[in-house]
């Protein structure tokens, strides 16, 4: 940017100093030493324009960029970075040339494998492009059990988590105050009433907000298996993804991993929706992130750090935000059943775009 400033003002100078030239050599006030000023400027002119033409804008940066291809489970979000106000940003994708493309603005939600390509552009000038391919994998489905069912030992050895959906026949005296009637819809929100307990009403699907309030986001974390420390899942690691983009509709996603679980990756959402049509987003909380169970977590819980929140993870990528928990201490192990059951929360707030 400085070198096209130096190089524009230079020729403007030259510019005015041949027309100068001009002038005297009509008015016949031509010496030798005119004439060498006025060839020389006349070349000064000459590169100038030659430079200006010539120039090439930095190129935009475009996160995640650990890697030249990357894999993520579901969907990734993607920005581009440029660091200069005065560069608009042009993408693609498809990988085609981003010339041809949209003007970024916000991040963009990829859910489906594809390149994304990017140029600086400014007044007629274009950076070269970069681009970033992203593999996104899709979630693997996974069965659900009535109740019954898994104290019937369906199961077996295996370890699942959250997939037992209640089943009014088989299950209507089985189930204790407290627990989730469908735990494929682990992801919930509420509003920050300043407690926790089972006594406070969450939204399973979706919540309608209140411009400035707090809302609390709980991931329920359940292994299935009835066989206590004897299936106990290792590895047990979670994350939320906090979306920066703004929209009168904004999704929540609380993941779930465990290495010896089928299957191993768990996703959830819970969708915040505008009470009057006003774009708005979310921030997270710094300090709200908490894992709360009957174990070394019980009562007012644990904290746990900011990082298993995408907004809270210095790094920006995803990988990092994985935070291990853990029933007896954070070691990533919870053993089978009710009794082993963890949450963890978090807190956002709403802020509409007025």
């Known amino acids: 940017m400085i070198i096209i400033l130096i190089s524009f003002i230079c020729g403007i100078f030259a510019i005015i100093f041949c027309f100068k030239t001009v002038r005297q050599v009509k008015k016949e006030k031509l010496t030798k030493s005119t004439c060498f000023n006025a060839v020389a400027a006349f070349f000064l002119a000459v590169s100038s324009v030659i430079s200006l033409i010539n120039i090439t804008l930095p190129s935009p940066e475009i996160y995640p960029l650990n890697e030249k291809t990357a894999t993520y489970v579901g969907f990734t979000e993607v920005t581009i970075s440029n660091n200069n106000l005065l560069f608009q940003i042009y993408y693609s994708l498809d990988g085609s040339d981003p010339k ?3 003007i970024y ?9 594809t390149t994304v390509a990017a140029k600086n552009k400014f007044l007629f000038w274009w950076s070269d492009v970069v681009d970033r391919a992203y593999i996104i994998e899709k979630l693997p489905t996974r069965p659900t059990y009535a109740l019954q069912e898994i104290n019937n030992g369906v199961l077996g050895d295996n370890i699942t988590f959250n997939s037992i959906i209640y089943n009014e026949t088989f299950d209507s005296e089985l189930y204790a105050r407290g ?7 682990f992801v919930g929100a509420r509003f920050d009433t300043g407690g ?12 309608f907000v209140y411009d400035g309030e707090t809302y609390v986001v709980r991931l329920y974390v359940h ?3 009835p066989k206590g420390t004897d299936a106990t899942a290792e590895n047990v690691k979670v994350r939320f993804y906090v979306p920066y983009a703004s929209g009168t509709e904004v999704a929540v996603n609380g993941w779930l991993t465990a290495t010896n679980a089928t299957p ?7 969708v915040f929706k505008s009470l009057d049509g006003t774009a708005f987003h979310l921030e997270y909380v710094t300090g709200s992130a908490m ?3 009957g174990g070394f977590a019980s009562g007012e819980g644990i904290k746990l750090t900011d990082s298993v929140v995408n907004q809270g993870n210095p790094t920006g990528e995803n990988e990092d935000t994985w935070t ?3 029933y007896d201490a954070l070691d990533g192990k919870i053993p089978g059943g009710y009794n082993y059951v963890n949450y963890v929360f978090i807190k956002v707030k709403v802020v509409y775009d007025r």
């Open 100 to 102: 041809n493309g949209n």
């Open 105 to 113: 603005e916000e991040p963009i939600i990829v859910d489906e494998s």
């Open 324 to 326: 291990m928990i853990g």
């Open 223 to 225: 292994n299935n298996s």
């Open 291 to 293: 894992l709360q169970n």
């Open 179 to 185: 627990r989730l009637k469908n735990e494929t819809n």
């Open 264 to 270: 191993d990756i768990y996703l959830d959402d819970v």
């Open 196 to 207: 926790y307990g089972v006594n406070n009403v969450w939204h399973g699907s979706e919540v």
